[in-house]
């Protein structure tokens, strides 16, 4: 797995996205800043916004940062301990 993603990461470089391939993304819109930013910057801002320390984020396989990204999701959506009643 791991020489596969290496590989994709080198490909992922020397690839131009067209406007369209990176302005929306299922429906969203994507932020200017997030449209140019590389995978290993996009990285970084989930690193940072999830306080998980620098370069754990960059080095998981893409299954497990999908997997990450779910669970973190369903954290998000659980009831807040203000509707829990707390």
Known sequence: MSIMGNAYVWLDKRVT?????VSTVLGLEIDEDLRTSSRYELCRIVEK???????????????????FAVQQIREMKKPSKFEMGY
């Open 17 to 21: 996205y067209s406007n369209d391939e």
């Open 49 to 67: 916004e999830f306080k998980v320390a620098k370069d754990t984020f960059w080095n998981l396989h893409s299954t497990q940062k999908i997997r």
